[in-house]
C-alpha cells in the first residue's frame, strides 16, 4: 500500500518538550532541520546558552522532504556560476561543497552515527543532443578544479542517455536519522531544544532580541534564523529575493538496486538515487506560484519512470534564489540567516553551520562574502520584475477561486460565523474545518489531496488536515475556533 509521506519519516524520532515558560539565552537558533540542527552540533562545546526551537517537530520540514543526497556534482551549477560571476566564485563554491561533505562524513565516522551513510556515485547526464555541449562544459571546469570525472553514455540502471559525467567521492544518508543523531549528542543542559514552539515575531531592543513564541519570549543576544523560509524578516524582502520550487517525489521498490544517484541538466528535471531496496525518484518541478490549479503532479512524474511499483508519494518545496547562490551570513548586528539552497540543502545546511560558527564567535570565514544575503549584482537587478510578477499572479490567481470546481464537493468552500473557511471530510466521514486563507499574506489555500495538507500556492506555507502550521511562512495555525 502507498504510503503519502516521505520514507525518511516512516521512523520512530525522539521527542522534545515545548516551550512553556519565558527564556533567557545567547544564542537562539530558529528552525530544527539540517541548517539548525548542524549549526547546533557545532557550537556543542561553546560555554555560552543556546535554544533551538522549531515549530513542529525536528526535520519534518524540508529536511524530511528532500532526497539527501550528498554531493557537489549539481547540475551544471559551475557553469552557471563562472558565467553569472566568475572562475573563482564558481571555484569557492566548489570548495564550499568539498567542505560541507567532508564534514559530514567526518561527523558520522566520529560519532559512530547510525544514519544509513554510504559513497554513493553522483552522475550528471543529458538525454538531449542538443545539451551534449553542456555536459562538456561542466567536465572541463571540473577538470580546472582538479577533479576526475568520467564519462559514459549508461547509468548504472541501464537507462541509455546522449551523455554523462559521474564522480565517485559523494554520498548519501538517511537525512531524519542524521539529524536526529545531531540532537542527541549535541542537547544538554546548558543547550536545549524545543519542538512545537512557533517564533511568530523578532523585535530587538536594548541590544537584545525579543522573540515570541505564543505566550512566551526568548530573549537571546545573538539570532540564528535557519528556517526554511523565514516570514518575520520583512525588511529584507525575502519573496522578492527567490521564488519556491515544488517537486514530486516517488519512492519505488525494485528487486535490483544499483547504488548511484543521477540528475539531468535542464528541464523536465529528473533526479535518481537509491536507499536500500527504494529508487526515490523527482520530478514534476516547477515555480509553486503558478500552481493555484489544485491538479495532482504525480501522474507527470510516473510517465517519467519505469516501474509502477510505488511505495511513497510526497512533496517538497526548495528555496530557489535568482543567482544560484545561498544567503548565509549576518543581516543586521548579531541577527543571522542560513536559507535558499536551491535544492542542495544537505551540504548548503551544514555549510551553513561552519559558517556561521565562525560569524558567531567572531572570526572570519572564507565563504561569508559569496553568500552574503545582503550582496547584490546584476542576477537581482533581472530578476526582481520576474519575482514581483509571479508574487503577484499567484496571489490574484488564488483569489480567482476556480480551482474549488475542482474539488468534487470533497473538501467544500462556506462561511461559517461569518469567516471563509474549508470543510473536508475523511475516510471516516470526520469534518476537518479550517480557514481558507493564508494567515502570512492572504491567498486561498489548495488542497494536497494526495499528502491531504493545505498548501499555500503563494509562498509554500503548508497545513496538516486539522489546520496546524508545519511549514512556513505562515507563523498561524488555519484550526477552525468554533468560539469565534
Known amino acids: 500500500m502507498m504510503k503519502n509521506i516521505p520514507i525518511w519519516q516512516d521512523i520512530k524520532t525522539k521527542k522534545y518538550p515545548k516551550l512553556e515558560e519565558d527564556a533567557e539565552t545567547d544564542i537562539l537558533i530558529i528552525g530544527g532541520g539540517i541548517t539548525g540542527l548542524s549549526t547546533f552540533y557545532e557550537l556543542k562545546n561553546n560555554p555560552c546558552k543556546i535554544i533551538l526551537v522549531d515549530k513542529y517537530l525536528l526535520g519534518y520540514g524540508a529536511t524530511s522532504r528532500s532526497t539527501a543526497k550528498i554531493t557537489y556534482l549539481q547540475e551544471n551549477i559551475y557553469t552557471k556560476l563562472k558565467n553569472s560571476f566568475d572562475f573563482n566564485t564558481a571555484k569557492l563554491y566548489y570548495e564550499s561543497q568539498k567542505e560541507a561533505i567532508k564534514q559530514i562524513v567526518d561527523i558520522c565516522h566520529k560519532n559512530d552515527f547510525d544514519c544509513d551513510l554510504e559513497p554513493n556515485s553522483s552522475y550528471l547526464y543529458t538525454t538531449k543532443k542538443s545539451e551534449i555541449n553542456k555536459i562538456e562544459e561542466e567536465y572541463n ?21 546522449k551523455s554523462q559525467i559521474y564522480v565517485n567521492n559523494t554520498y548519501v544518508f538517511h537525512p531524519l536519522k542524521y539529524i536526529h543523531e545531531l540532537a542527541r549528542i549535541s542537547h544538554n543542559k546548558e543547550h536545549l531544544i524545543y519542538e512545537n514552539t512557533n517564533i511568530e515575531e523578532i523585535v530587538k531592543q536594548n541590544n537584545l532580541f525579543y522573540c515570541k513564541a505564543g505566550d512566551y519570549t526568548i530573549k537571546a543576544r545573538q539570532v540564528v534564523v535557519a528556517s526554511h523560509y523565514p516570514n518575520f524578516l520583512f525588511p529584507y524582502l525575502f519573496p522578492l529575493k527567490c521564488y519556491i520550487e515544488k517537486s514530486t517525489l516517488i519512492a519505488t521498490k525494485e528487486k535490483n538496486i544499483n547504488k548511484f544517484n543521477a540528475i539531468n541538466i535542464s528541464n523536465p528535471i529528473l533526479s535518481i538515487r537509491n536507499y536500500q531496496d527504494y529508487y526515490i525518484h523527482v520530478g514534476s518541478t516547477h515555480n509553486l506560484c503558478f500552481d493555484t490549479y489544485p491538479s ?171 489546520g496546524k502550521s508545519i511549514i512556513g511562512p505562515s507563523d498561524y495555525d488555519i484550526s477552525y475556533d468554533k468560539k469565534n
Open 141 to 161: 571546469i571540473l577538470e580546472m578544479f582538479g577533479e576526475k570525472p568520467q564519462k559514459g553514455i549508461t547509468l548504472p540502471n541501464n537507462k541509455k542517455v
Open 296 to 466: 495532482s503532479d504525480y501522474p507527470d512524474l510516473l510517465k517519467q519512470i519505469p516501474s509502477k511499483n510505488i511505495s511513497y508519494n510526497w512533496s517538497n518545496h526548495d528555496i530557489m534564489t535568482y543567482d544560484n547562490l545561498p544567503f548565509i551570513g549576518e543581516i543586521k548586528p548579531n541577527l543571522f540567516l542560513a536559507t535558499g539552497f536551491n535544492t542542495w540543502g544537505m551540504t548548503g545546511g551544514v555549510l551553513s553551520s561552519l559558517i556561521l560558527k565562525d560569524l558567531l564567535e567572531k572570526r572570519p570565514n572564507k565563504y561569508e562574502y559569496i553568500f552574503n544575503p545582503l550582496r547584490n549584482n546584476k542576477e537581482k537587478l533581472l530578476k526582481y520584475p520576474v519575482n514581483i510578477f509571479s508574487n503577484t499572479y499567484s496571489f490574484i490567481a488564488s483569489k480567482i477561486n476556480l480551482h474549488k470546481k475542482a474539488y468534487k464537493k470533497n473538501p467544500y468552500y462556506t462561511e461559517l460565523n461569518g469567516q471563509k473557511v474549508a470543510i473536508y471530510k475523511d475516510e471516516n466521514n470526520k469534518e476537518h474545518i479550517v480557514y481558507s486563507t493564508c494567515p502570512h499574506l492572504g491567498c486561498s489555500l489548495i488542497f494536497n489531496k494526495e499528502e491531504k495538507t493545505w498548501d499555500c500556492p503563494c509562498h509554500g506555507s503548508r497545513f496538516t488536515i486539522e
